[in-house]
T-cell receptor
Framework: NAGVMQNPRHLVRRRGQEARLRCSPM?????VYWYRQLPEEGLKFMVY????????ESGMPKERFSAEFPKEGPSILRIQQVVRGDSAAYFC????????????FGEGSWLTVV | DAKTTQPNSMESNEEEPVHLPCNHS???????IHWYRQLPSQGPEYVIH???SNVNNRMASLAIAEDRKSSTLILHRATLRDAAVYYC???????????????FGKGTKLSVKP
């Protein structure tokens, strides 16, 4: 997990609140991916972003979820009006610009909705 | 995308070698074989990848069958820290392109006994 920084590591939100998860990719990486892992389940792709662009959001739920990767600053995964089913581990990954570069993951952000 | 098949679980004794198999009979000529592992409560960790030739790095070795329809991840001396879920992944043909995400299956859960 070399260098992909995620925060917060743990987040507790009440139903209806908003959750913001941040991801700083490895230095020099301009491609970011978000994955979700529900309890006792596998990793599921959510969204793939490059700086200022969403490239593939085919794994994102249609409502309440959004992601951005601005020109400056970290990538943000935003979950509005959280529900208990959003409780999961959210992993960010990044890679460099050369096609086929290895993808490296962060340690994850664990969201608990109470 | 080419499909991979791995055993659900394997056991090993500490300090013994471990051979984790992966079948990918529908692999195409340009598919790389990637291995990641996920320790409990952590993000996926890149282990190794290869195309045709066997590969070695500080973590493991990857042995690829001559017909490329299967491969084996080799941990030369298992430690307790190697207990994890190991994923064999064949990134999509446009890996690194517009849909450059990794697709995780169920993987092999490796238990290491002291």
């Amino acid at each position: 997990n070399a260098g992909v920084m995620q925060n917060p590591r743990h987040l507790v939100r009440r139903r209806g609140q908003e959750a913001r998860l941040r991801c700083s990719p490895m230095k020099g990486h301009s491609h970011v991916y978000w994955y979700r892992q529900l309890p006792e389940e596998g990793l599921k792709f959510m969204v793939y972003l490059q700086k200022e662009n969403i490239i593939d959001e085919s794994g994102m739920p249609k409502e309440r979820f959004s992601a951005e990767f601005p020109k400056e600053g970290p990538s943000i995964l935003r979950i509005q009006q959280v529900v208990r089913g959003d409780s999961a581990a959210y992993f960010c990954a990044s890679r460099g610009s050369v096609r086929g570069n290895t993808i490296y993951f962060g340690e994850g952000s664990w969201l608990t909705v109470v | 995308d080419a499909k991979t098949t791995q055993p659900n679980s394997m056991e090993s004794n500490e300090e013994e070698p471990v051979h984790l198999p992966c079948n990918h009979s529908t692999i195409s000529g340009t598919d790389y074989i990637h291995w990641y592992r996920q320790l409990p409560s952590q993000g996926p960790e890149y282990v190794i990848h290869g195309l045709t030739s066997n590969v070695n790095n500080r973590m493991a070795s990857l042995a690829i069958a001559e017909d490329r329809k299967s491969s084996t991840l080799i941990l030369h001396r298992a430690t307790l820290r190697d207990a994890a879920v190991y994923y064999c992944i064949l990134p999509p043909l446009n890996y690194g392109g517009s849909q450059g995400n990794l697709i995780f299956g169920k993987g092999t859960k490796l238990s290491v006994k002291p």
